[in-house]
């Protein structure tokens, strides 16, 4: 394992926000640090040592221990360690030899373990700044990239510096607005409108398409739907998105031709919430064997990733309290009903399948509670 070192303790790096630093506010520290995550810029979380992220890092950088996901940690066989035994909380681990890029990235990248298969051995080291790492790694899923990243790395360029408290004032969503309203004729629905929603601290704008005449009489019929650029737009039949899209926005026309009104949310919030490259890397390990839970844990990011509040207060802002939900997945009708939105029925949305989605769907029911055939 080569000479021994201390685990990195809060103690050893960054501290604190530099006194001589510009006062921004938490939410846009937080905004900061997802955009240097991006660029591969490393982040100064005060409390934690210097964290590199590995997919975007660029240059000569190398680090003697990483952080990762406790479901990457449990991929890697670490959980037989008490260190990275815990469910859900980030791992610290050491490695026989320095982490290089190529060699971090290796570690990172499940989609990589059949082409470089012999890693480790790895130690899994005491972490004393946990709630420090959560963020860090929750800002990586917000980003797209890989939870994974070098510790107090050599060869690091400028951080970026917040506090991990941050993060809660980034996705607040209380900040959401109404930015703009047009009229949009769709192919379902001629006389459609279109509501843009945007965040201050949030680049991502949601949108919703309000079919029929509004009521407040009657709760409109509401599909959430999480943008699938290869389902939405490309025709993938590895997922039902597509269908599900269309099939929404005709039974809500439909709605409106007998008084009622329908709204169809459309959130940026791609794979679930993991990215659109995230959602790739899913697929090659669904290509694997691997089912679309398993392919996500390996990547060491969540199955579920949806922002649920952010869907309740795009219907506040339309002024809707109580709505008929277009879902097959209970979880969901949970999900809004906590966050304040009156759900009068479940709508069920099942379609068909195909031989390129069966064992996507199936996975859906047995695993996620959806209510399918």
Not at 17 to 34: I, M
Not at 40 to 49: C, F, K, Q, V
Request: with cysteine; aromatic share 4%; net charge negative.
């Amino acid at each position: 394992m080569g000479k021994a070192v201390g685990s990195c303790a809060a103690g050893d790096g960054v501290h604190a926000l530099s006194e001589g630093s510009p006062s921004y506010s938490p939410a846009r520290r937080a905004a900061q640090a997802v955009d240097a995550l991006r660029h591969g810029w490393p982040l100064a979380i005060a409390g934690a040592p210097l964290l590199q992220p590995v997919e975007t890092a660029f240059g000569a950088v190398s680090g003697d221990t990483m952080l990762i996901s406790a479901s990457r940690a449990a991929t890697l066989k670490l959980a037989n360690q008490r260190e990275a035994a815990v469910p859900r909380h980030p791992v610290l681990l050491r490695g026989a030899v320095t982490f290089d890029l190529s060699h971090a990235l290796a570690v990172a990248d499940p989609a990589l373990d059949l082409t470089v298969p012999m890693k480790g051995p790895f130690k899994a080291l005491t972490l004393d700044w946990e709630d420090q790492a959560a963020a860090a790694l929750e800002l990586a899923r917000i980003a797209g990239i890989l939870p994974a990243f070098l510790v107090n790395p050599a060869g690091s360029a400028e951080a970026v510096e917040m506090e991990a408290g941050d993060l809660s004032h980034f996705t607040d969503a209380a900040a959401l607005q109404i930015a703009s309203r047009a009229a949009l004729p769709v192919d379902a629905a001629p006389d459609a409108g279109i509501v843009a929603f945007r965040s201050p601290n949030d680049t991502r704008e949601h949108v919703a398409l309000v079919i029929g005449k509004e009521r407040s009489d009657k709760p409109p019929l509401v599909r959430l739907h999480s943008e699938c650029l290869t389902g939405d737009v490309l025709g993938s039949l590895k997922c039902d998105c597509g269908p599900q899209l269309d099939a929404a926005l005709h039974a809500m026309a439909s709605e409106a031709d007998k008084g009622g009104w329908g709204v169809l949310l459309y959130m940026r919030q791609e794979g679930r919430g993991i990215g659109l490259i995230n959602k790739l890397r899913a697929y090659r390990l669904q290509d694997q064997g691997f089912d679309t839970v398993d392919a996500n844990t390996r990547l060491g990011l969540p199955d579920e990733a949806r922002d649920f509040p952010t869907a309740a207060m795009m219907l506040r802002l339309l002024g809707v309290r109580s709505i008929r939900l277009m879902t097959n997945n209970p979880a969901k009708v949970d999900a809004l009903a906590a966050h304040g939105v009156t759900i009068d029925e479940r709508v069920p949305h099942a379609l068909p399948d195909n031989p390129h989605n069966a064992e996507y769907l199936a996975t859906k029911r047995d695993r996620s509670g959806h209510i399918l055939p």
